[in-house]
């Protein structure tokens, strides 16, 4: 059972917050402009869970792969963001190229579960199970992976766009042939080993395929993460990547 998002409580702690403490929540990117590999790149990306209750869950990674001769089933080396802050996920310090997002990981708190039962005498015994964290990899389905297709060119910031990707059901037969090819990728032998079991029960694996609620790159929702970009690159090398 969900009980913690991690990003929201700490997202919540810092709105309690007043004048100049409320800067002490943000942090900057922790690498400067490196003038050789010297693009940028940024995307905005959320999960929709079954259990959203408090919100979509923000990526704790997400996945990049550079594109070579136009081929968005690339066999490069993948890249993973550099600095995510508040659902923005940022690709710094990369050559200048073209690029697409492929997949995104979040974390789930879980909660510990207690229970007590009767020992005789007036005692009782109480066992605790669960907890811990679990972590979910969502590959983007290929029409939004073509969608982030951007060129990142030198000093610039370079936007994919703004994507909230509800988690699908079940493992990797409703996979397209895009989402297939990352999972070779990032977890090799894993769609052709055995499937993960509990107590014997197959479970479905933690490598889902994500369907787009939102898949907006338009003008507007560029110049929107722009703006929050401006604030997010405030007093770093990076604010000149932005137009």
């Known amino acids: 059972m969900k009980i913690l998002n991690p990003s929201l409580l ?3 702690s810092c709105a309690l917050l007043a004048g100049s403490l409320l800067w002490a929540c943000k942090s900057g990117p922790p690498v400067k402009p490196n003038a050789e590999k010297n693009a ?6 959320e999960f929709k869970t079954l259990l959203a209750i408090l919100g979509n869950e923000e990526p704790s990674r997400v996945f990049f792969a550079p594109v070579v001769n136009g081929k968005i089933l690339s066999k490069e080396n993948l890249l993973t963001a550099t600095w995510i802050t508040d659902s923005r996920a940022y690709l710094l310090n990369v050559p200048p190229g073209e690029y697409v ?3 995104g990981q979040f974390v789930q708190q879980q909660a510990a579960s207690s229970t007590s039962a009767p020992v005789g005498g007036g005692a009782t015994v109480s066992v605790s199970t669960g907890g811990g964290t679990n972590t979910y990899t969502i590959f983007f389905p290929e029409r939004v992976v073509k969608q982030t297709l ?4 030198p000093n610039r910031l370079a936007v ?4 909230v990707l509800k988690v699908g059901q079940g493992g ?10 990352y999972v070779d990728r990032i977890f090799p032998g894993a769609r052709t ?4 079991t509990v107590f014997g029960i ?14 907006e790159n338009s003008d507007a929702a560029i110049g929107a993460f722009l703006g929050e970009a401006r604030e997010d690159f405030a007093e770093t090398g990076f604010s000149t990547y932005i137009p």
């Open 160 to 163: 994919m766009g703004n994507y």
């Open 202 to 215: 197959e479970v479905p694996p933690p490598h889902i395929a994500g369907t787009p609620v939102t898949a």
């Open 101 to 103: 997002a492929v997949a």
């Open 150 to 153: 951007v060129r990142a060119e």
């Open 10 to 12: 700490r997202r919540a």
């Open 40 to 45: 940028a790149i940024g995307i905005q990306v």
């Open 172 to 181: 990797y037969s409703g996979m397209d042939a895009t989402q297939k090819h």
């Open 193 to 196: 080993g055995p499937p993960p």
